[in-house]
């Protein structure tokens, strides 16, 4: 008979004011140590971006501690206050409440608050991030397997090794690879992207704690994965403008510099060519196509008096391809930064193509 | 009994056996080719329970391996990335997806709606035995070099990797074929095939959850097999997808697979949440709380499911604003998520609670995968993410939800309906060691990982950093995931014992109220000689029940229920 059940008169139970006020009690003091750790992720913010991620951070643990406590502590308590007695019949029945639309109404609408709290922080500290002052100081970082190389203006050659940066100094670091894709992560100052061939990902950091931080590779990318690791260091202007001229600044070549034309060697430009460009050009005319056009009359086709940018054929403007990139009607060509080509390396190209229309 | 409610049609369902198929008596017809979802799900059971052996011992070389930081255990780099990604790849593909819908959906779904079968049992046998070949050819893939970017074969590096790749692209390929095929069938068979009567809000929460999770198998992934055929293509054929050299772009593949693989993660916890939302009311002796509100729930986070694949490509790559919508759609999903676990602890609140193996697990879930949930906002922030990615505290996160969650889910399922599946009850105390062990060896497990990761341990590594606080966390979680895999024997073993010398279970051993129980244990080969019209939700543990024209199966009604003699005032 299915009879109407009246929805049924309830009280809380004996225990349940007491261990509400548990939860609030063991929740705010979880809350406190939180809120108030200086390194909530357990690694010194040393730069940037890390002392917002950190309160972010702490404002995440002090909500999940909350949701936490009171799933674990309502569902121990109430299994077993609301166990069968040992001796009862197993078919003894419980309360018979199907539901409470009030409590329902809360427990969706204050983690809908909640949520959009939390919303509002995190794209605020998005923006921050995103808006970080970087460009006084822009490095390029290159992965290959299975280590890091580090392109700075002025410095013809790229830097093995160790990544050195200045304290306090706003810094933007674009990252890319030469093979498969890495990651770029320095834990310590909370900032990571992953280093993917034919794509630049931006980040920005302003070291703002001398010392030594590790560099990691976080993408799976081969056997040597385990081991990509180096280190960054990060130290005052005087003593990075030191290191920086140990490592041959020179005021020709660079990120900002003219590229040496005039120095270009063909027989260099030659054995780059087979390293960097023959992918995808070939060195007969524009028709014979790989991916892009051939190059081997690029200064001298009376088919195509122009090049692919619509400007003159003269050294220059070849170098200003190579160096820009291109992406047009017929494709897509990297730069010279996501290429790993120094102006140097531009110059002994642009030799080398105009060796071979001549010919 | 009351007479039949206004709106129940009567029909062709109604009739008595009018038609039967005979039973198939050869061996082959009854347990290897057979069209019977009760078969096809136990042999998914089984299937799936020799790969999750596989891909768990698999799991023991990991931990074995990381046992010292330098590579001192005599593990090679290429034999540990092999090993790791195929752990990934077979628990995935191999063992929870199947499980969760194959094994518990077919043998549970119809028998919960009323239906002697699914809608299209041919198309289920071919789903099945898709299956098991798919596995071969993956575990195949050690014999000419595993692949070894990870479960999720991020190209360049999956291009360029071991023969076996091809072999894996083949493998999931075929097992996205029989999951899409499996989506199908239940979709139709939920959609036409439920007893007269069972109206969708009077559908068991379990079936609400296979619902919602055919729906995404079906549509997901179809991204996925395009993706696989084209990384096929690219390592086959030499076709550029993927490689930017000659414009194709990595990220691509990311997308597609993400595309698939972040509903994927649904289609493996939904199911789940559909078990504990049947062990959980039944040992509580109560209706489960606000089932209209977890049935919707479950359809959003379906819905929610399908908008949010890009946010584990926060570092990936890709136009800075879009990254905000992927984090707010995230974290929307958490509202949905919070509700069903409310409901469930609510459920626990005034019952009558019998803490029997099943309810162990099913309330470990709940604890687990709260925290599960919990890490994954963490990851969802997106600046926080920046810090996460790629760390060991992702590993932590996904085995919460995935071990903790669907895992979990799975015992909870096995225990509960294993009476149904063999008409034997298993040893009760055994199981609860079980849950015990596993509960404990499992927290010791992953808890540390959450530290290892924060602190800047990186996933699949072979080596670490071997100063003394890495070495101590990962020897401590190397040794809880070797108890955790000894208590599996004791799973097994249980099993074991009950499936030879169990005690008889008869129809209905946890009075419970959903249609599987009022049949008799095993279910018989056409489920029900008469199919049920359905009055009423099926948790209402004070009424009668609510269906009508059962021929009872001996014992199968309830004993009369009887009030809680607790303290807590009721009425």
């Known amino acids: 008979m299915a009879q109407r059940i009246v929805k049924p008169k309830t009280n809380l139970g004996p225990g349940f004011w007491p261990i509400t006020a548990l939860i609030v009690v063991v929740s705010l003091i979880m809350s406190y140590f939180t809120w108030n750790s200086a390194w909530p992720i357990g690694l010194i913010p040393a730069g940037d971006p890390a002392p917002a991620t950190d309160f972010l951070f702490k404002f995440l643990g002090v909500a999940a501690a909350w949701i936490f406590n009171i799933v674990t502590i309502y569902t121990i308590y109430f299994g077993i206050v609301f166990r069968q007695p040992k001796h009862a019949p197993a078919s003894t029945i419980g309360v018979q409440i199907h539901d409470h639309p009030v409590l329902e109404f809360w427990w969706t609408v204050i983690p809908t608050i909640m949520i959009i709290v939390l919303g509002i922080i995190s794209v605020k500290i998005w923006a921050d991030i995103q ?60 900032i990571k992207a992953d280093m993917v061939p034919g794509l630049v990902n931006t980040l920005r950091v302003t070291p703002t704690v001398p010392g030594t931080y590790r560099i990691i590779c ?122 790993g080509l120094t102006n140097a390396d531009i110059g002994n190209l642009v030799a080398y193509l105009a060796s071979l229309s001549k010919k | 009994m009351a007479t039949i409610a206004p709106g129940v049609k009567t029909g062709p369902y109604h009739a008595v056996l009018d038609h039967i198929h005979p039973e198939p008596t050869s061996f082959i017809r009854k347990y290897i080719f057979s069209i019977d979802h009760k078969v096809i799900g136990i042999q998914y059971m089984i299937t799936g329970g020799l790969f999750f052996l596989i891909a768990g011992m698999l799991a023991e070389v990991i931990r074995y391996t990381l046992l010292q930081p330098q590579g001192q255990m005599g593990i090679s780099a290429a034999t540990y990335n092999g090993v790791y990604s195929m752990h990934g790849s077979a628990m995935v593909w191999l063992v929870i997806i199947p499980l969760v819908t194959g094994a518990f959906g077919n043998f549970v779904m119809p028998l919960q709606i009323g239906a002697r079968d699914v809608a299209f049992p041919w198309l289920n046998l071919l789903a099945f035995w898709m299956f098991p070949v798919a596995g071969v050819i993956l575990f195949s893939s050690f014999l000419i070099g595993a692949p070894d970017a990870g479960w999720t074969e991020y190209p360049p590096i999956s291009v360029q990797g071991p023969p076996g790749t091809t072999l894996w692209c083949i493998a999931i390929f075929l097992i996205g074929v029989s999951s899409t095929l499996t989506g199908i069938n239940f979709i139709v068979t939920i959609y036409k095939m439920r007893a007269p009567g069972m109206t969708l809000t009077r559908m068991p929460l379990f079936v609400w959850a296979q619902f919602a999770t055919a729906g995404l198998s079906f549509i997901a992934t ?56 049947e062990v959980l009311p039944t040992f509580s002796r109560k209706p489960i709380f606000g089932y209209k509100m977890i049935a919707f729930s479950t359809v959003a986070i379906a819905l929610l499911g399908f908008s949010v694949w890009a946010h584990h490509m926060f570092t990936s790559g890709m136009v800075p604003w879009l990254q905000l919508p992927f984090m707010i759609i995230t974290m929307l999903i958490a509202i949905p998520t919070g509700v069903k676990i409310f409901s469930w602890v609510a459920t626990l609140w005034g019952g009558s609670i019998r803490w029997t193996t099943p309810m162990l697990f099913a309330t470990g879930f709940l604890i687990t995968f709260t925290l599960g949930g919990l890490t994954g906002f963490f990851l969802a922030a997106v600046p926080a993410d920046y810090h996460e990615h790629g760390t060991y505290f992702v590993v932590a996160h996904f085995h919460y939800v995935l071990y903790g969650g669907s895992v979990m889910g799975l015992f909870a399922g096995f225990y509960y309906w294993w009476p149904k599946m063999t008409g034997r009850m298993y040893n009760e105390a055994m199981g609860q060691w079980h849950f015990w062990i596993t509960f404990v060896a499992f927290n010791c497990t992953f808890m540390p990982m959450h530290w290892l990761g924060l602190m800047g341990m990186p996933r699949r590594v072979p080596i670490y950093d071997p100063a003394a606080w890495y070495v101590f966390w990962n020897q401590f979680a190397s040794i809880s995931s070797f108890v955790l895999a000894a208590s599996m024997l004791l799973f097994a073993y249980n099993f074991w014992s009950s499936f030879r010398s169990g005690k008889i279970a008869g129809p209905n051993p946890w009075g419970a109220r959903t249609l599987e129980w009022m049949i008799s244990s095993p279910a018989p080969y056409y489920n029900f000689k008469k199919i049920p019209a359905v009055l009423a939700t099926p948790y209402d543990f004070g009424n009668p029940l609510p269906y009508l024209g059962l021929e009872a199966a001996e014992g199968a009604t309830e004993a009369t229920p009887t009030h809680s003699s607790h303290p807590v005032p009721t009425y």
């Open chain 1, 131 to 190: 808006n970080t002052q970087g460009d006084v100081l822009t490095v390029e970082a290159i992965g290959y397997q299975f280590g890091f190389q580090f392109r700075y203006p002025k410095l013809a050659q790229p830097v093995s090794g160790v990544m050195h940066l200045p304290l306090n100094t706003p810094t933007t670091i674009h990252v890319t690879s030469r093979d498969v894709i890495h990651g770029f992560w320095i834990p310590e100052m909370r």
């Open chain 1, 218 to 339: 976080t993408e799976f990318c081969g056997l040597g994965h385990g081991a990509m690791k180096t280190t960054v260091v990060v130290e005052t202007q005087q003593d990075f403008s030191k290191w920086f001229a140990q490592q041959g600044a020179t005021t020709g070549g660079g990120g900002g510099g003219a590229i040496p034309l005039a120095a270009g060697k063909a027989d260099v430009g030659k054995a780059l060519f087979g390293q960097k460009c023959s992918a995808c050009h070939s060195t007969g005319p524009f028709d014979q196509k790989i991916v892009g056009p051939g190059l081997g009359t690029i200064f001298n086709d009376p088919a195509h008096p122009k090049l692919v940018n619509g400007a003159d054929p003269t050294p220059q403007n070849v170098a200003k391809i190579i160096h820009d990139g291109y992406s047009g009607p017929i494709g897509v060509m990297p730069s010279a930064q996501m290429n």
């Open chain 2, 222 to 277: 179809t991204a996925l097999a395009a993706a696989l055929l084209a990384l096929f293509c690219e390592r086959v054929f030499n076709v550029p997808f993927y490689d930017p050299s000659r414009g194709g772009s990595p990220v691509l593949w990311q997308h597609m697979f993400w595309f698939y693989s972040h509903p994927a993660v649904y289609i493996m916890i939904l199911p789940a949440f559909g078990i504990v939302s």
